[in-house]
């Protein structure tokens, strides 16, 4: 009986657990959903804070327990050459920082390694010089370095992240490449309208050119054939014609 107990509770534990993948699996499809969704949804650069806080969001909804996540973008040829997009665990505030100098940041280190980096003990191991950090109560970080930059957590916990949540993190890192890639898609068709809309621009300008030297040619050999003063009627009528087909007038 007792026996009977034992399988019946270990099975009753089973199945609860169970219950929790799954309950943790459709969160983690419906968070992933919403990173596709912003992505998608993406049309300019101003929608790159829509797209971080659904990752943010993403990792709330897993149950990840962190301080700060942030994307860092880093772009060696652009000016600022880095900008970092740091958004907290409790109230979702996002905070921008610009830097015109990279000089020889951990972050653009670790983005040209295109290493994931973690470091979980900051207190007992310091490869990049963020000891500092320990004094804002940040004790373990990650960085993952994506297409444009890093994506990193941090944690006032040390040894803060598990495998898995490493594994999380490497996927929405990858969903930011995405994102990435797509923002850079449409700047390029923005860039590349704006050049055609130019190249509209200065035709039609070249044909109004053309037009006016045309209608100037015409009102000088209607003048060139005045030959009695009332021939200068034939004139103003050309003028008038002329002057009408360049703009819009009445008389």
Avoid at 31 to 47: K, L
Avoid at 114 to 123: C, D, F, H, K, V
Avoid at 186 to 215: I, M
């Amino acid at each position: 009986m007792e026996e009977s107990k034992q399988n019946l509770h270990t099975l009753q534990a089973r199945i609860e657990e169970l219950e929790r993948a799954v309950e943790r699996s459709g969160a983690q499809r419906q968070a992933f959903a919403e990173v596709r969704d912003a992505i998608w949804q993406m049309r300019s650069s101003d929608d790159l804070r829509q797209l971080i806080q659904a990752v943010w969001h993403a990792l709330t909804m897993q149950g990840v327990s962190f301080r700060f996540c942030g994307v860092n973008i880093i772009d060696p040829d652009a000016q600022p050459a880095m900008v970092i997009y740091n958004m907290t665990n409790s109230a979702g505030e996002m905070h921008v920082y610009k830097y015109a100098q990279l000089d020889d940041r951990p972050l653009v280190r670790i983005w040209r390694e295109q290493q994931i980096t973690y470091r979980s003990n900051l207190q007992k191991e310091d490869i990049y010089g963020e000891a500092g950090m320990i004094e804002q109560g940040i004790h373990s970080i990650v960085d993952i370095p994506f297409s444009h930059g890093t994506f990193a957590i941090s944690s006032t916990e040390a040894n803060a992240f598990s495998s898995s949540d490493l594994e999380l993190f490497q996927y929405l890192a990858g969903s930011l490449s995405g994102g990435f890639q797509r923002l850079q898609d449409l700047l390029y068709l923005e860039e590349r309208n704006r050049d055609l809309e130019r190249e509209v621009a200065e035709r039609r300008q070249a044909e109004a050119a053309v037009n006016v030297s045309l209608a100037l040619q015409r009102v000088r050999n209607e003048s060139l054939r005045i030959e009695h003063p009332e021939d200068w009627h034939s004139v103003v009528v050309t003028c008038q014609r002329e002057i009408k087909g360049l703009i819009n007038c009445d008389g």
